[in-house]
């Protein structure tokens, strides 16, 4: 029996904000949600896709920190920053290719998912994993996600040039064995204006 | 990523168990232990000071009272045959004893009855010859004092007061 893991199958999520509600519950942070429950082709689809924070083995939120406000722990959790340490300069914002950590103006500090540390190290399941009613969040172990699940669960993922290892696992189809995403270098949309955002829902409501 | 990670990454790491961090609880739990360490330490060393303190020294006989005259001064040593002392018999008949060990550097006091002083020839300082307190000279410690019983007939020393 291995240890306990999580897992994002982004296919089985219903969009129902279940785990942003029970996000919101915990004392730390409450009235504010940490997952971020983000909407995929938004015009043509109704699918959702959570996103919790992916705990990388080498967090560049926390490399590029400034203030060494952003610390993982033994058993590899990014915590949040450092109530103390943050600065709010905001670089782990732009640094996380997952689009994880973002800044509250409110608390001039930045907060990011730290997989419910609390609840985790006492060997309990996040807040998120716990109310998912579809299992797109479950925290298990490989063996029964093998078990129950289609597809491979991989934590390896390649962000143009550079490797990412994580601690959470994405479901993605069997024969994939890393996830790939192509880098658009930020020169060429600066030499020629890009095409209006077909899915940009709040563009399309003041065309109306 | 660069392989290799600088020097300052080794105080700033990004991991906890890399980190030198201690909290304020820690702190106090090491102010506090630490405080109450160097206490009782404190109290162990003086009672171990205490309970060994140097025995009396023994009482000796030094010189029957007949054979010391008012104004004269008799050597002899106390309380081992490496210690010497002067003995001091002044004009009114009171006897005082000191070490005849300059508090300076050492020299031998003289008794001189003129001035009723102990002197010390060799920088001339100088000692009241009644408490031993230094009056002229380098010495700025008193002579360390012999109590001078009278048992009967006799002059008997029973110890020292630095």
């Known amino acids: ?208 | 990523m660069a392989d290799e990670r600088p020097r300052w990454r080794e105080d700033f790491p990004v991991r906890w168990d890399e980190d030198n961090y201690m909290t304020r609880r820690e702190l106090a739990k090491f102010l506090t232990l630490g405080s109450g360490l160097l206490a009782s330490v404190n109290i162990l060393i003086a009672s171990i000071g205490v309970a060994n303190r140097a025995p009396a020294l023994p009482a000796r006989r030094i010189a029957s009272a007949d054979d010391v005259a008012p104004g004269t001064s008799l050597l002899f040593r106390y309380p081992t045959g490496d210690d010497p002392c002067i003995l001091v018999c002044n004009a009114d008949g009171r006897i005082d004893a000191f070490s005849q060990v300059c508090t300076h550097l050492s020299c031998a006091v003289v008794h001189r009855p003129g001035d009723d002083v102990l002197a010390c020839p060799c920088h001339k300082g100088s000692f009241s010859a009644r408490e031993g307190l230094p009056l002229a000279g380098p010495p700025t410690r008193r002579l360390p004092r012999i109590t001078i019983e009278r048992r009967g007939a006799d002059l008997v020393a029973t110890g020292v007061e630095v």
């Not at chain 1, 291995?2 to 296919?11: N, P, R, V």
């Not at chain 1, 093998?146 to 490797?163: C, K, L």
């Open chain 1, 1 to 208: 029996m291995s240890e306990l893991a999580f897992f994002i199958d982004y296919s089985r999520c219903i969009g129902c904000q279940a785990c942003v509600q029970a996000c919101e519950e915990c004392d730390t942070h409450r009235g504010r949600s940490l997952i971020h429950l983000e909407t995929i082709e938004r015009r043509d689809s109704v699918q959702t896709a959570p996103q919790v924070c992916m705990h990388c083995e080498d967090p560049i939120c926390a490399q590029v920190c400034p203030a060494d406000a952003i610390k993982q722990t033994a058993e590899g959790v990014v915590q949040s920053s450092l109530k103390p340490r943050c600065i709010g300069c905001s670089n782990c914002v732009l640094a996380c290719p997952f689009g994880v950590p973002k800044y509250d103006a409110d608390v001039d500090q930045m907060m990011k998912c730290d997989m419910c540390y609390d609840r985790t190290s006492t060997g309990r399941r996040p807040m998120c994993a716990t109310v998912c009613p579809s299992g797109a969040l479950a925290f298990t172990t490989i063996e029964e996600i093998m078990r129950t699940r289609q597809g491979r669960a991989v934590n390896d993922w390649q962000f143009g040039d550079q490797q990412v290892r994580t601690k959470v696992f994405v479901l993605v189809p069997t024969e994939a064995t890393r996830v790939n995403l192509s880098v658009i270098p930020l020169s060429s949309l600066r030499r020629s204006r890009p095409a209006p955002d077909p899915y940009d829902v709040a563009a399309l409501l003041e065309a109306d």
